[in-house]
């Protein structure tokens, strides 16, 4: 079935430094889908990408879905020791259950 | 408004034991959602839900696991007997029904099952 990949699988920097997390597919993706999991916590949704090259920000965050639909990433801009946690993709399907599939996630480490 | 709750949030339980989780969903979100994240690997659907039925179940791992959605209101999933490889956090999500093509999930805190 369809997969999604994220790299990279950690990263760890520097407070007010830039992070990017990457999720990519070899099929054409209907959507994709952000959520955020802080240590300890559950996924919260972040957003939903549906259009070619669509583009969303909120706040430091910036969202993007590749021409293709194949690929797209979030970028946080200056990053804060709020921004800590899992960040995952993912996709929802859109026969039937409309259930989540996820990418393996980008834990964010942030030196203070 | 009160979030999508489950019980228990911890569950430490010897192999071969047996293990309800319970979620509760958002009231009035006709989809239900069991979800699990096994040691940091990607997190995992389970089966779905709408109101009472079960709509796709093509997650769930084996017949050990038995979900329930009774009256469509909150589910169960019972782990029997229970083996190592269990181990992880079972979460379950609700989203709304309807016409609307693709609905966020919320997700609740999550039961962290540890199988010994």
């Known amino acids: 079935g369809q997969q999604v990949m994220q790299i990279p699988q950690y990263q760890h920097v520097q407070e007010g430094e830039d992070f990017t997390t990457y999720c990519n597919s070899s099929?054409?993706?209907?959507?994709i889908q952000w959520y955020k999991q802080r240590p300890g916590g559950h996924p919260v949704f972040l957003i939903q990408l549906v259009k070619s090259g669509e583009v969303k920000k909120q706040k430091r965050l910036t969202f993007q879905f590749g021409e293709a639909k194949k690929n797209s990433s979030l970028h946080i801009t200056a990053t804060q020791t709020t921004d800590v946690g899992t960040y995952f993709c993912?996709?929802?399907?859109?026969?039937?259950?409309?259930?989540?599939?996820f990418g393996q996630g980008t834990r964010l480490t942030i030196n203070p | 408004e009160a979030g999508v709750t489950q019980f228990p949030s911890h569950s430490v339980i010897e192999k071969g034991q047996t293990v309800t989780l319970r979620c509760d969903p958002i009231s009035g979100h006709d989809n239900l959602y069991w979800y699990r994240r096994v040691m940091g690997k990607e997190i995992k659907f389970l089966l779905h839900?709408?109101?009472?039925?079960?709509?796709?179940e093509s997650g769930m791992p084996n017949n050990r696991f038995l979900a329930e959605r009774t009256g469509g209101t909150y589910s169960t999933l019972k782990v029997q007997p229970a083996e190592l490889e269990d181990s992880g956090v079972y979460f379950c999500a609700s989203s709304q029904g309807g016409r609307r093509l693709l609905y966020e999930q919320y997700f609740g805190p999550g039961t962290r099952l540890t199988v010994t």
């Open positions: 839900f709408v109101k009472e039925s079960k709509q796709d």
């Open positions: 099929t054409t993706l209907s959507n």
């Open positions: 993912a996709f929802a399907t859109i026969q039937g259950a409309q259930k989540l599939v």
